[in-house]
C-alpha cells in the first residue's frame, strides 16, 4: 500500500539499524528493486481517483471489471464534482473510514445527484470466465481460491464459476442499506483495520487505495458503536474526488504497481510466505492474502 | 477491543439508521447484553498496564502465563517509572506502533534500566499442556489450531506440543533485534493493522490492548520504510505506564472482558461466522482467530 523507497530493515528492532546475516534467497525490497520494468503497471488515469484532504491525497484505484455500473456511477459523480465540500464523517477503529455526503439521507439538505443513476445493480460477484487469476498458493478460509485479478485482491469459487474482490486493508466499498441494490458509490468506505472478509460477496468492492491510506486511517476515531462523529465539525472536509484524467498533467502522481502475474510477483510472494531474511527464526509456510504486500512506486523518470 | 454500549447498527449503511428484518438468531449485541455475570472476567489490576498519553489512557492486559519473563520485567520497570518520559517512536501503517525509549541504543543517552534484567529467555511459545485451550472451529492458514487461551488469541501445534500468542490486532509484543533472547520487554509494540502473523513464534508477545487503542491507532504515520518519526519531536510523550495495582483505586478503570470458555462465547462466535442479521446477504461460515471480536466493558455498579 505505501510507496517503498528503501531497505526494509528487521520489523521490529529496538529502534535502531542492525546487523544481517546473509539470507540465502532474496528479500522482497531486493526482489522490488531489482524487478524489470515490466513487471509494473502504470495506473490508467481513467481507473484512478484523487482524494483530496487538506492533509494529502488519497489516491484510488478502480476495478471496472468487477464493478462496472458502480465505476460508471462514480465517474459521473466525480466529473460533476459531487464530493466537492462533503467529508470522512465516519472512522471506526479496526474497521473502515467512509466518506461522503454526511446528510445523503436527509431530502432537504442531501447533495444533487446530478447525472448519476439513483439505481444500481448489486455488483458483489461476477463471472470468473474471463478473468485473469493468480492463484496464492496457500488455502484461504474464506474461498475455495484466493489469489489476484488485474492487481486486486481477489476470490474464486470454482464450484459457481464467480469471482470477487476481497476486504483487504485499503479495499474501497460502496456503503448500502439493506437492499442489494442500495448502493450509489456515493457513500464509500475504506478498509483500514483486520480485513472484514465476511463483507466480500455482500457488499460491491469498487477499488483499492494504492496511496495516502495514512490520510484516512490516522484519522481521530469517532464514537462507539460505529465511529460517525458527533458533531459535524469533527469531519474531515473533502476539497476534491476526482478521476485523473480530468487533472491537469502538471498535478498527476505518476504511479506504478507492481503486476501480479509476473515471475517477480511469484518470488515476492514466496520471500513473505517464508521470510528468511535472519530475524525470522521459523518461516512461516503460508500467507493470508490480505497479507501479500502490493508494491507501489513513483514511476522512474524515463 | 473497543467498549461496546450499544446496539450495533448494519455495518455499511449509507449514514443514517435503517430497518432490520426479524434475524432468527440472536446478534451479537443481543448476546452480549443477555450474557450472564460469569460470562464477564474482571482485569487482574497485577497483570493490567495503564500506558498514559495525553490524549488518553492504553489499557493492556498482561499474558503471564505466555511469557512471564519478560512481564517480569515489564512489572519491574513499570513500578520503577522507567516509561515516564519515553515516547511512541515510531507508528508504520497497517501494521505497528512502537514505544519505549528512542535513544535506548545510545549509551550516552539511554535510560537506566534499574532492577530490570539486562537479559532474558525468548519466549516465543510454551508447553500447551496445562492451558485451557478454547479452540475455534475453523481452520487456520498459520496453525493447525487456532483458538484463545485465558482470553488472549492462540493457536497451538498437537504436533509438538506446543502454544503461543497470535499476532492479532492489539496484540503487544516485545521488540528485538536479531538474537532470540535479545528483548528485554523495555521496547513494546502493538499491532495497529492486518494482522501479522507470519511474526507468530518470531518473537515474545506479551499482552493485548482492551482499551484506548485508538490513542495509538490513529497517531500520525511514521515515515517510510518503518514509520520512526524523524524528528524527536514528531514522537507521542509517554507520561507514564504502571501496573494497575500500583495506581491509587480512583484513577482505575473498572474493566472487564468476555471469556472465551462460556457457551456465550461460543454462541457469540457463531453469530459472527454467519451474520444474519439482514444486512448479510451471504453468511461466510467462516471466522479467522483475528476476526473474533473479544468485548470488553466498564464493570457494571454492584
Redesign the interface.
Given at each position: 500500500?505505501?510507496?517503498?523507497?528503501?531497505?526494509?530493515?528487521?520489523?521490529?528492532?529496538?529502534?535502531?539499524a542492525?546487523?544481517?546475516?546473509q539470507a540465502p534467497t532474496r528479500g522482497m525490497q531486493e526482489i522490488i528493486d531489482g524487478a524489470p520494468a515490466e513487471a509494473w503497471r502504470s495506473l490508467d488515469p481513467e481507473r484512478t481517483l484523487y482524494l483530496e484532504l487538506d492533509a494529502g491525497r488519497v489516491v484510488i484505484e478502480l476495478a471496472p471489471e468487477f464493478a462496472p455500473a458502480h465505476v460508471d456511477n462514480i465517474r459521473t459523480l466525480a466529473r460533476e464534482g459531487f464530493w466537492d465540500g462533503t467529508s470522512v464523517?465516519?472512522?471506526q477503529?479496526?474497521?473502515?473510514a467512509?466518506f461522503?455526503?454526511?446528510?445523503?439521507?436527509d431530502p432537504a439538505l442531501a447533495r444533487d445527484l446530478g447525472s448519476a443513476a439513483r439505481k444500481l445493480p448489486a455488483e458483489?460477484e461476477r463471472a470468473a470466465a474471463g478473468l485473469a487469476f493468480d492463484p496464492l498458493p496457500?488455502?484461504?478460509?474464506?474461498a475455495p481460491q484466493a489469489g489476484f485479478v488485474a492487481g486486486f485482491p481477489a476470490a474464486r469459487d470454482p464450484a459457481t464459476g464467480m469471482a470477487w474482490l476481497a476486504h483487504?486493508?485499503?479495499a474501497v466499498?460502496a456503503?448500502?442499506?439493506?437492499a442489494?441494490d442500495?448502493?450509489l458509490g456515493?457513500?464509500l468506505?475504506v478498509v483500514i483495520?483486520?480485513?472484514?472478509?465476511?463483507?466480500?460477496?455482500?457488499?460491491t468492492v469498487v477499488g483499492r487505495v494504492v496511496d495516502g491510506?495514512?490520510w484516512l486511517?490516522?484519522?481521530?476515531?469517532g464514537p462507539?458503536?460505529?465511529g460517525?462523529y458527533a458533531e459535524a465539525a469533527q469531519r474531515t472536509p473533502i476539497r476534491a474526488l476526482r478521476l485523473a484524467s480530468t487533472v491537469p498533467q502538471a498535478q498527476h502522481v505518476a504511479l506504478q504497481v507492481l503486476r501480479t502475474d509476473t515471475p517477480t510477483f511469484a518470488e515476492l510472494v514466496e520471500s513473505?510466505r517464508n521470510?528468511r531474511d535472519?530475524?525470522?527464526?521459523?518461516p512461516?509456510g503460508?500467507?493470508?492474502l490480505?497479507?501479500v504486500p502490493l508494491p507501489v512506486r513513483r514511476t522512474p523518470a524515463p
Open positions: 500500500m505505501r510507496l517503498l523507497p528503501a531497505l526494509l530493515a528487521c520489523a521490529l528492532c529496538a529502534a535502531t542492525t546487523v544481517f546475516a464523517y465516519r472512522v477503529d479496526n474497521f473502515v467512509q461522503g455526503d454526511a446528510e445523503g439521507d458483489f496457500d488455502a484461504d478460509g474464506w483487504c486493508y485499503g466499498g456503503a448500502r442499506s439493506m442489494d442500495s448502493s456515493a457513500e468506505y483495520g483486520q480485513s472484514p472478509r465476511q463483507l466480500d460477496r455482500n457488499i491510506i495514512e486511517s490516522a484519522l481521530p476515531r462507539a458503536p460505529m460517525f513473505r521470510r535472519g530475524f525470522y527464526k521459523r512461516a503460508h500467507i493470508d490480505c497479507n
